[in-house]
């Protein structure tokens, strides 16, 4: 079956900016997990979404959201965009929210802010 | 916050070698999980522990969690050029939804 697709691949935009981000899990998985990787501070939790509805939130700023649609599609927004915010960003999907199910990674999106 | 801090971050050692890391923190974990990452993709599970003690074995692979949960090691005997990469230990905290807690992960160069 068809794995997480995560759209686009690579995004450059400019600082003050707004960005959405598409990921696509697999198909039957409820839940969306979103994180941001940096190489200085690894992966870092962003938000998760089971059912439309967020279950739980990391420690970001409020530019940072989400939503999940009917499909299970997920999109993230990040608005007024910062230098720092420049990374890879992950979805990974599973298919209920529980701690020990496998989640499954998309390749992620490259965002550069400059 | 919860961290896990993997040991070493960098490795870089000649094909047949055995070698560890090590993820370890101050906090218990209700689960462990390793992932491997190589460029441009995202992690890829490789396995969950979730019992103190326990051992799970995977090819050359050998994973054990802590008594206490922990900590976690991951071993890798007569390595290989494919197993370079990223590899990142993660854990679940307890509760509910929560999100994985990652280390920031130990970059492996396995030379030919």
């Given at each position: 079956k068809a794995g997480v697709t995560q759209t686009p691949?690579?995004?450059?935009?400019?600082?003050g900016q707004q960005v959405t981000l598409s990921c696509s899990?697999?198909?039957?998985?409820?839940?969306?997990?979103?994180?941001?990787?940096?190489p200085g501070q690894g992966l870092q939790f962003l938000f998760e979404y089971f059912s439309e509805t967020q279950r739980n939130k990391g420690n970001f700023p409020g530019r940072f959201s989400g939503r999940q649609f009917s499909n299970s599609r997920?999109?993230?927004?990040?608005?007024?965009?910062?230098?720092?915010?420049s990374a890879l960003y992950l979805c990974a999907s599973?298919?209920?929210?529980?701690r020990d199910t496998e989640a499954f990674f998309g390749q992620g999106t490259r965002l550069t802010v400059v | 916050t919860q961290l896990l801090e993997q040991s070493p971050q960098f490795l870089s050692?000649?094909?047949?070698?055995?070698?560890?890391?090590?993820?370890?923190?101050?906090?218990?974990f209700s689960s462990l999980q390793w992932y491997r990452q190589e460029p441009g993709e995202g992690p890829v599970l490789l396995?969950?522990?979730?019992?103190?003690?326990?051992?799970?074995?995977?090819?050359?692979?050998?994973?054990?969690?802590?008594?206490?949960?922990?900590?976690?090691?991951?071993h890798i005997t007569a390595a290989q050029p494919g197993d370079t990469g990223l590899y990142l230990c993660a854990g679940h905290s307890g509760g509910g939804a929560d999100g994985l807690t990652?280390?920031?992960?130990?970059?492996?160069?396995?030379?030919?």
């Open positions: 691949r690579y995004l450059i935009k400019t600082r899990p697999i198909s039957g998985h409820r839940s969306v997990s979103w994180y941001q990787q940096t997920s999109e993230m927004n990040v608005s007024t965009l910062e230098l720092g915010d599973s298919f209920v929210s529980r | 050692i000649q094909e047949g070698e055995n070698l560890t890391v090590y993820c370890n923190s101050s906090s218990v396995v969950t522990v979730v019992t103190g003690g326990e051992v799970k074995k995977l090819k050359r692979l050998t994973f054990q969690f802590g008594d206490a949960r922990k900590d976690s090691s991951l990652f280390g920031k992960g130990t970059h492996l160069i396995i030379q030919p």
